[in-house]
């Protein structure tokens, strides 16, 4: 029994350049994707991380960058700083017509991590789309996922 | 839980209202659709079908649930491939939930056939319209492939 996956296809009115323009720059990150930004030089080999963009030392996910072929395909290891379990996320990103499909392929993941990213991604991207076709993100998305859960509650 | 699924959330910034206009006007859904449109009472055990602009019915089914803005649930079958015809008859469930100034928008297709050919179909399918009907109902326009019934579907 292979471990679970998920796989999320969006279709943004965009060029491949800016949906990859979007997924690394920090000021583009903060806005659709909770609050935090992604950090790395984007070589294979090299280190990554997500941080909170306003607190850059409370670090969300680790990994290592796999792959890199801007802007097409950006394959990196994920896990949290304290934790063993090693997923895989892999961004596709193809010229499809007149905009771009975005496809996110999380795996080797467990099944909690399946239940999180499950509810995560959808919102993420979404918002990612939003903010590229309209200029501006979804405003759940602005804000870390554990201050929206106190809300919340 | 059935043999096969697709489910697919999406978050747009609009009204349950608009929402769910959108899914079953007829002017509405041409523009993201395929210039597909549905034909219903949308009544509970009323019929539904999917047609097409040279007149065929892709696919059809009932109405099994039907509570405005909010939870849909249709039968399904696809009328113009035999070999997904011959899987029978599909569920497919729209659910509509507001999040903050959002419509969290959950669409599931599920078949009792393990492995279906019908669910690999609709999991092509399903991402490209509903991107296009968000960017409808976010910007005022579709995305331009989904304009059109394209001759490869023929």
């Known amino acids: 029994m292979s471990k679970p996956k998920f796989v999320y296809v969006v279709y943004i009115q965009a060029t491949p350049e800016k949906v990859w323009q979007a997924l690394i720059d920090p000021e583009m990150t903060k806005d659709y994707w909770g609050r935090h930004r992604n950090t790395s030089d984007w070589k294979p080999g090299s280190a990554w991380r997500h941080e909170n963009y306003d607190e850059p030392d409370d670090v969300a996910i680790v990994g290592t960058v796999v792959e890199s072929n801007r802007p097409h395909r950006l394959v990196l290891t994920w896990k949290r700083p304290e934790g063993n379990d090693v997923s895989r996320v892999t961004f596709d990103v193809e010229a499809y017509k007149d905009s771009v499909r975005l496809t996110v392929t999380h795996e080797e993941l467990t099944a909690e991590m399946l239940q999180a990213i499950s509810a995560g991604w959808p919102a993420v991207l979404s918002s990612l789309k939003t903010m590229l076709e309209t200029g501006a993100s979804m405003p759940m998305t602005r804000q870390p996922w554990h201050v929206r859960a106190a809300v919340r509650n | ?154």
Request: zero cysteines.
């Open chain 2, 1 to 154: 839980m059935s043999e096969s699924s697709f489910v697919y959330v999406t978050y747009i910034r609009t009204t349950p209202e608009k929402l769910w206009q959108a899914l079953i006007d007829p002017e509405f859904t041409r523009k993201y659709w395929f210039q597909a449109w549905q034909e219903s009472e949308w009544k509970p055990g009323a019929s539904w079908r999917l047609m097409v602009p040279d007149g065929r019915v892709t696919d059809s089914g009932e109405v099994i649930e039907i509570e405005p803005h909010r939870r849909l649930v249709l039968s399904w079958r696809n009328e113009f491939k035999p070999e997904l015809r011959a899987e029978g008859y599909s569920r497919l469930t729209y659910l509509l939930e507001p999040q903050g100034d959002t419509v969290k928008l959950t669409v599931m297709h599920e078949i009792d056939v393990p492995k279906a050919k019908f669910i690999e179909a609709v999991s092509n399918g399903w991402p490209h319209i509903l991107a296009s009907l968000k960017s409808l109902l976010e910007t005022g326009a579709s995305l331009e492939a989904t304009r059109r019934w394209p001759k490869e579907k023929m």
